[in-house]
């Protein structure tokens, strides 16, 4: 028996940034604060949290993430999470 995939095809950059917002709001009191830019280096999110969200990318978006590609700036906000994710998958 197979086991149906998770993985979604990602239409736009705005289909990726509503994946990784309802992620991250899980983290947060107020979802507001994930429009902020430091999300790690401010202590919003912890190292926990980022492994979370990588796995997430990977399942969600069949994305690898490489070593090379664990640098704070890909993950330390949304914008930059989203544009990480579209450059893996080619928008």
């Known amino acids: 028996m197979t086991t149906p995939s998770t993985t979604r095809p990602v239409h736009d950059r705005s289909a990726v940034q509503a994946v990784v917002t309802r992620f991250l709001s899980r983290y947060v009191d107020d979802a507001a604060l994930l429009e902020e830019d430091h999300l790690i280096t401010g202590g919003l ?10 796995a997430l990318l990977e399942r969600q978006f069949a994305v690898v993430v490489q070593d090379d590609d664990l640098e704070i700036a890909n993950f330390d906000s949304v914008p930059a999470i989203v544009a990480f994710v579209c450059r893996k998958v080619g928008l």
């Open 45 to 54: 999110l912890d190292s926990l949290a980022a492994v979370e969200l990588i």
